[in-house]
T-cell receptor
Framework: AQTVTQSQPEMSVQEAETVTLSCTYD???????LFWYKQPPSRQMILVIRQEAYKQQNATENRFSVNFQKAAKSFSLKISDSQLGDAAMYFCAYRSASAGGFKTIFGAGTRLFVKA | DAGVIQSPRHEVTEMGQEVTLRCKPI?????LFWYRQTMMRGLELLIY????????DSGMPEDRFSAKMPNASFSTLKIQPSEPRDSAVYFCASSLIGQGGSPLHFGNGTRLTVT
């Protein structure tokens, strides 16, 4: 069974600095999707970024980028120029790309604090 | 696109009462998921549907929980009878599975408190 591990329960960053959130996963599959979701205090789950495993190029969305290391099964999220609005829970998630791959499996989350 | 719509946003009920949570997925999405979020257990997948058909309900904790999707635009999650340990935030999400890496689109969740 696939698992997703986020080893950092909490992280903090100074406003305008850069922070990296860690995520590792376990799977025997070769094709899958990886996601980062953000959950602010409003509790809305918002997609931050996604990565297809067959793509070697790391995904980027504005200030958010990932470091995808397929062999190491690592998928970290880098937030550059951190803003107060980035304070939230961040969840790493995995979904198989195989036919019938419906389930999205979430990690336990990392709470990010942003200091002014 | 109105997004995934859940109701109610908050629900407070007494132990033993029936609770029904509602969800309207994004039009055109073929899959719908019910998640439960608690501090202790994080995000748990309860059940998911594909083309209105339940595919996997192995995450439903007990027979007290049931879910239906009578059509492509509506789903319910029912708890009968409710217990205090059911208190949690319940999320509905929809997606277009089979179309690349389509992500989950979540509703705002229903915070359920059972006293």
């Amino acid at each position: 069974a696939q698992t997703v591990t986020q080893s950092q329960p909490e992280m903090s960053v100074q406003e305008a600095e850069t922070v990296t959130l860690s995520c590792t996963y376990d799977t025997s599959e070769s094709d899958y999707y990886l996601f980062w979701y953000k959950q602010p205090p409003s509790r809305q789950m918002i997609l931050v970024i996604r990565q297809e495993a067959y793509k070697q190029q790391n995904a980027t969305e504005n200030r958010f980028s990932v470091n995808f290391q397929k062999a190491a099964k690592s998928f970290s999220l880098k937030i550059s120029d951190s803003q107060l609005g980035d304070a939230a829970m961040y969840f790493c998630a995995y979904r198989s790309a195989s036919a019938g791959g419906f389930k999205t499996i979430f990690g336990a989350g990392t709470r990010l604090f942003v200091k002014a | 696109d109105a997004g995934v719509i859940q109701s109610p946003r908050h629900e407070v009920t007494e132990m033993g009462q029936e609770v029904t949570l509602r969800c309207k997925p994004i039009s055109g999405h073929n899959s719908l998921f019910w998640y439960r979020q608690t501090m202790m257990r994080g995000l748990e997948l309860l059940i998911y549907f594909n083309n209105n058909v339940p595919i996997d309900d192995s995450g439903m904790p007990e027979d007290r929980f049931s879910a239906k999707m009578p059509n492509a635009s509506f789903s319910t999650l029912k708890i009968q009878p409710s217990e205090p340990r059911d208190s949690a935030v319940y999320f509905c999400a929809s997606s277009l599975i089979g179309q690349g890496g389509s992500p989950l689109h979540f509703g705002n969740g229903t915070r359920l408190t059972v006293t």
